[in-house]
C-alpha cells in the first residue's frame, strides 16, 4: 500500500514537471536572439523591445542578445535603435535580426551674418513610457513639438537651453486589475511639460582624435564595470554612447537617502545617444545634432510608496525616449528675444510623424486611433 502510494505520487509529480516545463517553453524565449547591424554584422546594444501591446518591455544586452525573460508570448515584438529602421519581429525562433540604418538630413542654413549668432531648433519628440507590476499595467505615448534656442558664438541673449512645448498630446491606456474586476481606460491629455529628464543638448561632446582623424571608426572609454562613452564612426554621421551607470555593478544605483524616508529607488538604467551628421563638420555638437535617444529605467521600492500608491509590490518605470531635429535657422539676439517672448502657434489635434522620421510601432499607432475614437475625435 506504501509503495502504491509513492508510486501515485511519483507519477503525479512527473506529470507537474511536464506540465511545467511546457508552460516555460511557451513563456519564454526558445532560441538567443542577436539583433545585429545589416552591413557590418556588429551587435546592436541598448535596442529598444516593444511588446505585441505597444508596451516598451526591455534592451538587448551588450552583445545585442534579446533578454532571455522576453516571453514567447509578448511576440511579434518591435526594435527599435535610433538610426537604424525600425523593425518587427514576428516569431522567437529567429536566431539573427538584422537592421538596416537610415539617414537623416538636417535643413540646409546658409550664415552670412556674423550677428545671427542664437541657434533655434524645433524638434520632434517621442516619449514611451511604462508603469508596471503583476497586477497593473499604464502605458503612456506622447509626442511634442519642441523648440531651443542657443548661443553658438558670443551673444547678450542667454536664449534657452531646455525643450520649451510648443504643441503636445499625449495618449493614454491602463489596465488595473482588482479582485475580479479588471478595468480598462483610454485617455488624451494635451498640453503640459516634458518629463524632467531631458536630452543635454549643449552638452560639449569632444570626439577622440582617433575618429577625428579617420584613424578609426570606433572608440570606447571604458567605467568600473562596463564601457562608459563610445563614438562609432557610421556613413555621414557620428555616434555618441554614454551609459551613465557604467561605474555600478550590475547597472544598479540606490540612493541610500531614500531608503530612510521608505522609498527604495533602484535605477537600472540611463543610457543615452546622440547623432551628429559630420559632412563639412569638424567634431560634432549642437549646431550637426540631427536625433537623439533615451532608455531610462526605475524600480520603485519600499512602503511609503507602495502605500501612496497602494501598491503591494515592486514597480517597475521604463521610458524610451526619442527626439529628431526638425528645423533649424540662426537668429540674432533681438529675434530670439522676440520669439521668446511670443512662441510660435502651434495647433496640432492629431500628430503627423515629420518627413524622413520612422514611424512609431503598430501597436502605439493603434493605441492612437483607439484614444481618438473613444473620445470622438
Same mark, same amino acid.
Given at each position: ?72 508570448? +509578448?511576440?511579434?515584438? @518591435? &526594435? ?5 529602421? $525600425?523593425?518587427?519581429? *514576428? =516569431?522567437? %525562433? ?101 518629463? +524632467?529628464?531631458?536630452? @543635454? &543638448? ?5 570626439? $577622440?582624435?582617433?575618429? *577625428? =582623424?579617420? %584613424? ?162
Amino acid at each position: 500500500m506504501k509503495s502504491h502510494f509513492t508510486n501515485q505520487n511519483q507519477l503525479i509529480i512527473s506529470k507537474l514537471l511536464i506540465f511545467v516545463l511546457l508552460i516555460a517553453s511557451f513563456f519564454t524565449l526558445k532560441a538567443e536572439i542577436k539583433v545585429t547591424d545589416a552591413k557590418t554584422g556588429q551587435p546592436l546594444p541598448k535596442a529598444s523591445i516593444f511588446d505585441k501591446n505597444g508596451v516598451f518591455i526591455a534592451v538587448t544586452n551588450d552583445e545585442g542578445i534579446v533578454p532571455q525573460n522576453v516571453a514567447a508570448s +509578448s511576440f511579434p515584438i @518591435n &526594435i527599435r535603435y535610433v538610426g537604424y529602421v $525600425p523593425l518587427k519581429l *514576428l =516569431s522567437p %525562433d529567429i536566431e539573427i535580426v538584422t537592421m538596416e540604418e537610415t539617414s537623416y538630413t538636417l535643413p540646409e542654413v546658409v550664415v552670412d551674418d556674423v550677428s545671427r549668432n542664437i541657434l533655434y531648433l524645433q524638434a520632434y519628440v517621442r516619449e514611451y513610457a511604462t508603469a508596471e507590476n503583476s497586477k497593473d499595467t499604464l502605458a503612456i505615448f506622447k509626442e511634442q513639438l519642441v523648440d531651443y534656442a542657443i548661443p553658438v558664438g558670443k551673444a547678450k541673449f542667454k536664449g534657452w537651453k531646455k525643450p520649451r512645448v510648443l504643441s503636445q498630446q499625449e495618449y493614454e491606456y491602463k489596465k488595473i486589475e482588482k479582485k475580479d474586476i479588471s478595468i480598462d481606460t483610454l485617455l488624451l491629455n494635451e498640453g503640459g511639460k516634458m518629463r +524632467s529628464t531631458n536630452f @543635454n &543638448i549643449t552638452q560639449k561632446f569632444k570626439l $577622440p582624435e582617433s575618429i *577625428l =582623424s579617420g %584613424d578609426s571608426t570606433e572608440y570606447v572609454k571604458y567605467g568600473k564595470h562596463y564601457p562608459e562613452e563610445k563614438w562609432n564612426v557610421r556613413g555621414n554621421y557620428y555616434i555618441y554612447e554614454n551609459d551613465k551607470l557604467a561605474d555600478y555593478k550590475d547597472h544598479n544605483f540606490q540612493p541610500g537617502i531614500l531608503k530612510i524616508l521608505g522609498m527604495t529607488m533602484a535605477q537600472t538604467m540611463c543610457d543615452y545617444k546622440y547623432i551628429f551628421e559630420k559632412e563639412g563638420k569638424k567634431g560634432a555638437n549642437v549646431e550637426n545634432l540631427v536625433a537623439a535617444s533615451e532608455n531610462f529605467d526605475l524600480i520603485m521600492k519600499g512602503k511609503t510608496f507602495k502605500k501612496a500608491t497602494e501598491q503591494d509590490e515592486d514597480t517597475k518605470l521604463a521610458f524610451f525616449t526619442e527626439m529628431y531635429v526638425i528645423d533649424r535657422a540662426y537668429l540674432t539676439a533681438d529675434e530670439a528675444k522676440e520669439l521668446k517672448k511670443d512662441a510660435p502657434v502651434v495647433e496640432i489635434t492629431n500628430f503627423q510623424v515629420p518627413s524622413g522620421i520612422p514611424a512609431p510601432p503598430e501597436e502605439v499607432v493603434n493605441l492612437k486611433a483607439a484614444v481618438l475614437e473613444s473620445i470622438g475625435k
